[in-house]
């Protein structure tokens, strides 16, 4: 057997959440077409006949303006030397800038051997990935470079043998039944706020959070699960952009987000969303720890 972690990092957008999902075999990590989607590290375990990958999905590596994004970038940069397998995943569809160098000189000292994952493959023609995958492979600090599109599915089975042949030799350290480490409040929490993030645009995707204020198990003859949320924004300005007219903004984001909670917790799902102005909530520690992003000199320490 061989068991071992495996860390994705990457810019923002570059596809890793879906890599996440796809290997897993779960949804774990909410997606969208917004930059900084991800803002923890989420774990996903996958048991193959010969192995256990413990997966890890972690937020876009950029530039932080705020507390949150401090926390955000830390969190990635932490993986590179806590796992077995580092995975340097790109977005073939975007040009390269400084952002790519300043990731390759980011994980040039990583001990873990590492792999380029050249993703969205599907999204350009194949003459343009020769050049890079030469390009790259001159750089000469790869152990594997791998095109893949994780949301076609394409290459992944290469990817997986690939890992798991550089996988140490050792038991799995968790059960076999076990997915990830997150509470089911933090996947109640990023459905809404995915929804959000679909029906929102311009500044409210970056300026939102979810917290859930009560989260209420299901019993009874007519189990329902009981969840009241509040959606906070950074600006008085943002509050009638998320109610919208006549409350119609929210009741959207609602009517899909419950939708969405019923199929993951397999049961009805009573929700009920609220909206709260907190200016600056992005470098509030109390409302960081509150959507499961503490830190240090935060209640959790």
């Known amino acids: 057997m061989k068991s071992g972690r495996v860390s994705f990092i990457g810019r923002p957008n570059a596809g890793k959440s879906t890599l996440l999902n796809h290997l897993v075999g779960a949804k774990l990590a909410i997606v969208s077409d917004k930059p900084q989607t991800t803002r923890t ?38 993986t590179i030397h806590e796992v077995d397998v580092l995975g340097l995943v790109v977005d073939v569809a975007e040009p390269p800038g400084r952002g790519d160098r300043f990731l ?25 990935l020769l050049p890079m995958i030469d390009r790259y492979g001159k750089e000469g600090r790869f152990a594997e470079i791998i095109p893949v599109s994780a949301s076609k599915g394409d ?15 050792g038991r799995p350290v968790y059960p076999d039944d076990y997915l990830t480490d ?27 959070a979810v917290v859930i204020d009560r ?10 699960l009981r969840l009241y949320c509040t959606i906070v924004v950074d600006r008085e300005s943002q509050k009638p952009i998320v109610v919208g007219r ?3 903004m929210i ?14 917790f397999s049961t009805r799902v009573f929700l009920d969303l609220h909206v709260r102005v907190k200016a600056h909530w992005r470098e509030d520690d109390r409302v960081l720890h509150d959507i499961g992003m503490a830190g240090r000199g935060t209640p959790d320490d």
Do not use: C, W
Request: cysteine-free.
């Open 182 to 208: 997150q509470p089911q409040r933090f996947f109640a929490a990023e459905i809404v706020r995915e929804k959000l993030l679909q029906f929102t645009h311009a500044e409210i995707p970056f300026s939102s």
């Open 104 to 128: 390759l000189d980011l994980v040039k000292d990583a001990k873990a051997p590492l792999f380029l994952i050249l993703n969205k493959i599907d999204l350009i023609k194949k003459p343009k």
């Open 155 to 169: 290459n992944l089975d290469r990817l997986e043998r690939a890992i798991i042949d550089r996988l140490p030799e």
């Open 246 to 248: 006549g409350g119609e």
């Open 41 to 78: 590290r989420i774990l996903g375990v996958r048991n193959y006949p010969d192995a256990q990958v413990v997966f890890l999905d972690t937020p876009g590596i950029h530039r932080p303006l705020h507390r949150m994004n401090v926390r955000m970038v830390d969190t990635a940069v932490e």
């Open 215 to 224: 989260f209420e198990e299901p019993s009874g003859s007519k189990p329902v």
């Open 251 to 264: 009741k959207r984001i609602g009517t899909a987000a419950r939708e969405e909670l019923e199929r993951f």
